[in-house]
Each structure stands twice: as structure tokens, then as C-alpha cells.
């Protein structure tokens, strides 16, 4: 809510700014900041805003668009529902109709579009006209280089992932073939 108000240029950025970092409202300072004509550091508050989203739970999360995901992730907060598709029929034995058509929705979660839309809005600093090349390669740098630390921790926290479930199931593979020779 703050962030709309502060959208507006009536408020000052070098008045407000010290109240949103003292609330620590970050989307707030990085709106003023940039209003304040401070891009790079707008890019740094909205970067500062995305690591703080749990790299493990986005991964989670990320699933969401694919039908065969692994296990080891446990995908635990995934919102699904089931919906019944209007005129759509199950067709059921000689031409008749079982009811309507049931289909499993998921929902992209909250964290997954605000991540996405922050890093938009960092992107988008970087496609101003008011910046020169250097601002605007220093800004492109600056994403990309959160985007690059953000694939190394997800590759070590998939990597670890499938690490345990490998052990997981060497464990469960081991434990079966012990009660298969407890029956011999």
C-alpha cells in the first residue's frame, strides 16, 4: 500500500525516504530512491527485496508448471483445486455422460509473481532513456549477477535434494533386500 502512495509525486522523495527505511519498507525506498534519481541503488533495494525470498521454497514452488516433478523437493504447499469445466462431458458407456468434466488447477503461489514482478521492476530501471550506457550496463550487471548467484543456489539446493533422496531410497532398496533374506 505504501508503495502506491509513494508512487506519487507529491510526496517527496527526501522526506519519505528516511520514513520508509526507518519502517523498513524496502518496495517503498526503492520507488524513492529511484524517484530520488538513484537507479543503481533502486536495483540494489529491489535485489535486496528478492533475496530475501527462501531459495528452497521458490523451488518448491517453481514445480508447479511441470506434470512429472520430482519427489524430493515434497511439495507440500502446492494449491490445487479440483474444477468442474463448463459444458464439458465425461463420456460414459453408449453415448451417455458420467457429469460434468473435472480437471486439477494449480495456482502459481504469491512469492513466485511478486519475485517475478520485483525483478521486472529492477529490469525495468535498467531500460530507462534517462540512463547513460555505463548506468545502464553497471544495472544489467548488477541483475545479472543476482540471477547467476540465484541459479548456483538452486543447482546446490536441487543437487543436495537429490542427494538425500538417492541415500532415501539406497536405504529403502537396502532394507528391503534385508527382510527378503530374513525370509529365505
Request: aromatic share 10%; glycine share 4%; proline share 6%.
Amino acid at each position: 500500500m505504501v508503495e502506491q502512495w509513494v508512487s506519487k509525486s507529491y510526496f517527496p522523495p527526501d522526506k519519505c525516504l528516511p520514513i520508509c527505511k526507518e519502517w523498513d519498507n524496502l518496495r517503498g525506498e526503492a520507488i524513492l530512491t529511484m524517484r530520488g534519481g538513484k537507479p543503481l541503488e533502486a536495483i540494489d533495494v529491489y535485489l535486496k527485496i528478492l533475496n530475501e525470498y527462501e531459495i528452497y521454497k521458490m523451488l518448491v514452488q517453481f514445480k508447479l508448471p511441470f506434470k512429472d516433478r520430482p519427489d524430493f523437493l515434497g511439495y507440500f504447499d502446492v494449491e490445487e483445486e479440483e474444477v468442474k469445466l463448463p459444458n464439458s462431458r465425461v463420456p460414459g458407456p453408449a453415448g451417455s455422460s458420467l457429469g460434468p468434466e473435472l480437471v486439477r488447477k494449480s495456482f502459481v503461489p504469491d512469492s513466485i509473481v511478486e519475485f517475478d514482478a520485483l525483478l521486472g521492476k529492477a529490469c525495468a530501471i535498467c531500460q530507462k532513456d534517462d540512463l547513460d550506457s555505463e548506468q545502464r550496463m553497471k544495472a544489467w550487471f548488477k541483475i545479472l549477477r543476482y540471477l547467476q548467484n540465484f541459479m548456483i543456489e538452486s543447482y546446490n539446493k536441487v543437487s543436495e535434494g537429490l542427494s538425500t533422496a538417492k541415500k532415501v531410497y539406497q536405504n529403502n532398496l537396502s532394507m528391503a533386500n534385508l527382510k527378503e533374506d530374513d525370509k529365505d
